[in-house]
């Protein structure tokens, strides 16, 4: 047992504590996995951050909970194996290099690829191990030995193993199709990679001539388009083949304005008849579903953009070379000279932005590279379908198959350097293609592909390839639970899924959690734009690291948006303090009572058959709650067990008999208590490690090396449970809260001791000596028939009445006055609000939280009111 009890500090200080303990746990490889035939495996991939990133509040509760089923399935026996990484991120590292030299006033494409490649690594290398510190602060028990990244040595061959692969086995072609290009970075970007923001802009009203079989204008037609610049490359304009208005134009030919090309009108259902004039212009290179109008009808599909959005040779000459906000004014200016221009309207528009260029996406035809997915996403559909894999919450089961059986070709290609280089080459003379793993022998006759690979076609193999050996792979493979963020779930974990099935013939992962999205407390999406996202650093520098983890996993339900502020890690903060001040109390009585293991089961009474019985049913309830991966109801179950049931009762209750005059009693008390403690502080310890560690080497001297990480998990005894004490100290429980609500009520001083009457047959001696002790009671009258005394205060508890005489313990004149006056005030403030609810302006116009506080008011002031004429009547009778 610690014996310098004066050398504890008062209070838990978890800047002291934190670094102490990782340092320690990463010096006695605590978190260190290696292949053990003896133990099952329990694995967990992180999702790798970007390798410039920094920590952000979705990476706390992200991470929070794989370590809190790491840590939790290590002390259950398992050999825990959670690998930590990075990801190269290709766009977002490119993007910050580019513009660090830009600053340099250096041009990428005049350096060369070799050279900005070396800026690439130097940049990974000075900021790739920021974030591994950050989650370090985080206390997560990775095993850093295993580290890895994208495009380390070993892991970047396997990803050109893959694609290589898939290219032979016909999975992986070239061809021509829409993508989102961003301009800024000139490179085909992913769907996950583009941001909708809402722009207020304008909605341009365009006539169009239509022409009999010469040049002569017969009628015009009106399209609306919020890009006129694009008109440019207009191939058709499209009418629904069932609007009556426009059947007899449909064959007919457009005039079109500034070009002077002539073009058909076409029909297609695709044209929504209600929307505007029911008269669309069709774009094939510039808008995915006009290049799908344009394949049906054989259009022209006319490219009018460079790959920085200027316009291009297929423009008139006065048109060409202009940004394409430029050529937008000079379209516009022109159809208002040629008296073509409708009208204009303002229009709310919602316009894709490439996330790391923040410009406007362009939809592009592009020459890219595709896989084909019909066949990979067949046998990853089926998994989810029968189970093998299970998502949580279910509800994200429909929105993985509405996708997987909708699914596209997947444009793998990016016109980027940092990244995986896709390993095909080219023959300089013949044009012959060679796809291999090794280039071609004669590699001066060859020139190789200048894209490199979309950054999820290199992680989609992170489960399976993060493994250095056949040996791990099969050990490790597949991985237990993948922890990620809902927005994810096509561009990783579906693609996850059919990497594991294709080269693995196995699922990647048995468990997948969908993380809630953290708001803050107006509901809205933490950004940095809207400086609403506090750095978790700071929280953890002012809260600690065990609070912050307690909070966002105690505030954060399956499934459901989390509304989260700074000031709410108090509650992580208050509960790391009570367990402290329990441990305190515990090893300040150890400095004068004898910790004796051998009188640990002797001097039991009903308390302590009750908080072995609740331990054991808290135990119960949390192996199912993470069974279930109900982690928010886990940490609630906690909370309820170590606040109420061991700090605010159990030590409370054990007091009478710390302070006996038994010595026998009081060590068997306290060694008992000392070793429920320190099992409590082994459930605790997955969601607060640094806090339970600390008490837990201050208890006992610890042997070098040891960890409360590597003690086995406290096992679920069913023969302990007690229903009968529970029952019992219920009632107690009670009793006692319902003479302390009176006290309050009444203005009675705490150290006053009172006589109550308790109208039950039920209460028995042991439950008596509690009663006086922890509700400072003089005399207990107990019997099934008795009458309510005279001026006596009155309470129901577990159906019993309960009445304390008043008679020369309060003034009750004095009182009744008090009570009165309070009655008065009350029904004053009821008036206000029960008038301004009553008013429909102020119900209709007033902001619904608003309108709800007041209703809150006053339901919480008419129970006010009913309770205190309660009481009134009591010192009236």
């Known amino acids: 047992m610690y014996k310098n009890f004066e050398d504890i500090p008062k209070a838990y200080n978890p800047v002291e504590t934190e670094d102490k303990w990782y340092r320690y746990w990463e010096e006695k490889k605590i978190f260190h ?50 690998v930590p990484g990075t990801d190269h991120a290709s766009i977002a590292t490119e993007t910050k290099v580019v513009n660090l030299l830009k600053e340099q006033g250096i041009n990428k494409y005049d350096i060369g690829r070799k050279e900005f490649l070396k800026h690439c690594w130097d940049w990974t290398e000075k900021y790739g191990g920021i974030i591994y510190k950050q989650l370090r602060k985080l206390g997560v028990s990775c095993d850093w030995d295993r580290q890895r990244f994208t495009m380390d040595d070993q892991y970047y061959p396997k990803v050109i193993e893959a694609f290589v692969d898939l290219y032979k086995k016909g999975f992986i072609y070239r061809g021509y199709r829409m993508v989102n290009w961003c301009p800024a970075s000139k490179s085909a970007i992913s769907d996950e990679e583009v941001i909708y923001k809402t722009i207020n802009g304008k909605l341009w009203h365009l006539k169009y001539p239509v022409i009999d079989g010469g040049d002569h204008i017969i009628s015009h037609v009106i399209v609306a388009t919020t890009r006129p610049e694009t008109m440019l490359g207009d191939s058709a304009v499209a009418v629904n083949p069932n609007d009556e208005r426009y059947k007899n134009i449909i064959g007919k030919k457009i005039l079109l304005p500034i070009c002077e090309r002539e073009i058909p009108i076409i029909a297609d259902e695709y044209v929504d008849m209600e929307f505007g004039t029911g008269v669309v212009k069709v774009t094939p290179a510039h808008d995915i579903n006009d290049f799908e109008m344009g394949e049906r009808h054989k259009l022209e599909v006319r490219n009018i953009f460079n790959d920085d959005a200027t316009t291009n040779g297929n423009v008139p000459h006065g048109f060409q070379n202009l940004d394409r906000y430029v050529a937008r004014k000079k379209v516009i200016a022109r159809f208002e000279e040629l008296g073509l221009l409708d009208k204009v309207e303002e229009y709310t528009n919602k316009v894709g932005y490439s996330q790391r260029g923040d410009v406007p996406i362009e939809p592009y035809l592009s020459e890219q590279w595709f896989m084909k997915m019909d066949e990979l996403a067949k046998p990853a559909l089926e998994v989810i379908q029968n189970n093998q894999i299970n998502f949580h919450p279910a509800h994200w089961t429909k929105t993985y198959e509405h996708w997987m059986t909708n699914i596209r070709d997947w444009c793998i290609s990016r016109q980027l350097w940092w990244g995986h280089r896709i390993p095909v080459w080219y023959h300089k003379e013949t044009n012959e293609i060679y796809c291999d793993v090794n280039p071609p022998e004669d590699i001066e006759n060859w020139k190789q592909d200048e894209d490199v690979l979309d950054t999820w076609a290199s992680s989609w193999l992170w489960a399976q390839d993060v493994f250095e050996t056949k040996e791990e792979q099969n050990y490790y493979y597949p991985t237990d639970l993948l922890v990620t963020a809902p927005d994810i779930i096509f561009f990783w974990v579906a693609r996850m899924i059919m990497a594991g099935m294709q080269f693995m013939n196995d699922i990647p992962f048995k468990d997948v959690y969908f993380t809630s999205i953290l708001r803050d407390d107006l509901g809205r999406k933490m950004s940095k734009s809207l400086g609403n996202s506090p750095d ?131 060590s068997a ?125 009155s309470a129901v508890a577990k159906g019993c009445d309960i009445f304390i005489p008043l008679e020369g313990i309060i003034d009750l ?63 009236d009778a």
């Open 33 to 82: 996995s290696e292949v053990d035939e003896s133990k099952p495996p329990y694995t967990i991939v992180i999702p790798p951050p970007n390798v410039t990133g920094m920590l952000h509040l979705g990476h706390i509760l992200n991470n929070t909970l794989q370590d809190i089923y790491i840590r939790y399935k290590r002390m259950k026996g398992f050999n825990t194996c959670w």
């Open 536 to 666: 978790p650093i700071d929280v953890i520098k002012e809260y600690g690291a065990d609070a912050l983890r307690f909070t966002v996993t105690y505030i954060a339900p399956l499934g459901q948006d989390v509304l989260f502020s700074t000031d709410k890690c108090e509650i992580g903060r208050n509960f790391a303090n009570k367990i402290w001040n329990a441990a305190r109390f515990l090893m300040m009585n150890a400095q004068n009572i004898p910790v004796n293991q051998d009188l640990k089961d002797k001097h039991i009474d009903f308390t302590d058959k009750w908080i072995i019985s609740r331990f054991q049913s808290t135990v119960n309830q949390i192996d199912n709650a993470l069974d279930n991966f109900e982690v928010n109801n886990a940490t609630k179950m906690i909370y309820a067990y170590v606040w109420n049931d061991f700090c605010d009762w159990y030590i409370e209750l054990i007091k009478n008999r710390l302070y006996s005059e038994d010595e026998e009693i009081k």
């Open 669 to 793: 008390v306290l060694t008992r208590a000392l070793a429920l403690f320190e099992d409590m502080l082994k459930i605790v310890h997955p969601f607060m490690p640094f806090v339970t560690e600390e008490i837990w080497h201050l208890l006992e001297n610890r042997n070098v090396g040891e960890s409360i990480s590597t003690t086995g998990y406290p096992k679920y005894d069913e023969t302990l449970i007690d229903k009968k004490s529970e029952t019992g100290i219920e009632f107690l429980q009670n009793l006692i809260t319902a003479i302390r609500n009176i006290r309050g009520e009444m203005n009675i001083p705490p150290s006053r001791k009172l006589d109550i009457h308790i109208k039950t047959e039920d209460l028995t001696d042991a439950q008596k000596i509690y009663i006086k002790s922890l509700a400072k009671v003089n005399e207990i009258t107990a019997a099934p028939d008795l009458n309510k005394p005279k001026f006596s205060a």
């Open 813 to 875: 004149d004095v009182e009744k006055k008090r009570i009165e006056k309070e009655i008065n005030r009350i029904e004053g403030l009821l008036t206000g609000v029960t008038k301004k609810l009553s008013n429909e302006n102020f119900v209709n116009k007033a902001p619904q939280d608003v309108v709800e506080k007041e209703k809150m008011k006053k339901s919480d002031w008419e129970s006010s009111l009913e309770k205190l004429r309660t009481i009134f009547q009591d010192l």
